[in-house]
């Protein structure tokens, strides 16, 4: 494996148990992928294993467009589909991923749009919904589906199901997927709290999306959950395997 891919997959590494650590983690359920350099297909985390175990680029296997397993030990999870048809249609995105957070899943179920209680809501433009009557997304009709929901946004929920978040770059993804599941939370925060809500109206969030929704404040963020990654794993007295 080349340096530099086994570099970005051990970042792709870090970035499942960033997001065990916040709430992302559902078992042994939840995958992420990272596109490959060579156009081969795009690299997934292997099957089995929980987000919080994984940890370098040995737990990531090579899969085609077709869901064959090219290289890499261990297995393929069986919604691949969802990372293949949305990397097909975006060639933008870099990053995928799959994840059944428990307030961005609860808001799933609900046909109302994700509200800008706070400026959490305002990290999205908007938030699609996807909804399929199968628990797996396992076909390639099914990925394609969802990719269509998708569109160009970020993040789309899965109704009843789970959260798809992606992004041209591991950070970018990473801090989507957990922007979106602090806003489903204070979303249904402030709508249990009764009473009538005041909005900003749509001009105002478009501004306040423009000033927070930066690559300074993804860096920022990034470096922010990474330093409590280390700091947990250091409390606990794990090795900390990067710098």
Same mark, same amino acid.
């Given at each position: 494996m080349a340096p530099d891919l086994q570099a970005k997959l051990d970042q792709l590494a870090r970035a499942c148990r960033i997001l065990e650590m916040e709430g992302h983690g559902d078992m042994t359920l939840g995958h992420l992928s990272l596109r490959?350099?060579? !156009? $081969?297909?795009?690299? +997934?985390?292997r099957n089995a294993h929980g987000l919080g175990e994984i940890v370098s680029h040995r737990d990531f296997?090579?899969?085609d467009h077709e869901g064959n397993k090219l290289e890499g030990e261990g297995g393929r999870h069986s919604e691949w589909p969802i990372h293949s048809q949305i990397l097909l249609a975006r060639p933008d995105v870099q990053v995928v991923a799959h994840t059944h957070p428990p307030h961005a899943s609860v808001l799933s179920a609900f046909a109302d749009p994700l509200q800008p209680y706070t400026l959490d809501a305002d990290y999205f433009e908007a938030v699609a919904c996807h909804r399929d009557d199968s628990a797996l997304l396992k076909t390639r009709e099914q990925g394609r589906a969802l990719a269509q929901a998708l569109g160009r946004l970020d993040a789309v929920l899965m109704a009843n199901h789970g959260v798809t978040f992606c992004g041209p770059s591991i950070e970018h993804a990473v801090c989507v997927g +957990?922007? @979106? !599941? $602090? *806003? *489903? $939370? +204070?979303?249904? @925060?402030?709508a249990s709290a009764g009473g009538q809500p005041l909005f900003p109206d749509a001009p105002t969030r478009a501004r306040r999306r423009a000033q927070i929704m930066s690559p300074v404040h993804i860096e920022h963020s990034w470096n922010y959950f990474s330093r409590k990654l280390d700091w947990l794993a250091a409390q606990r007295g794990q090795e900390r395997l990067f710098s």
């Open positions: 490959d350099p060579q !156009e $081969r297909g795009y690299w +997934l985390k296997v090579l899969v +957990l922007f @979106l !599941e $602090r *806003a *489903a $939370r +204070l979303h249904l @925060l402030g």
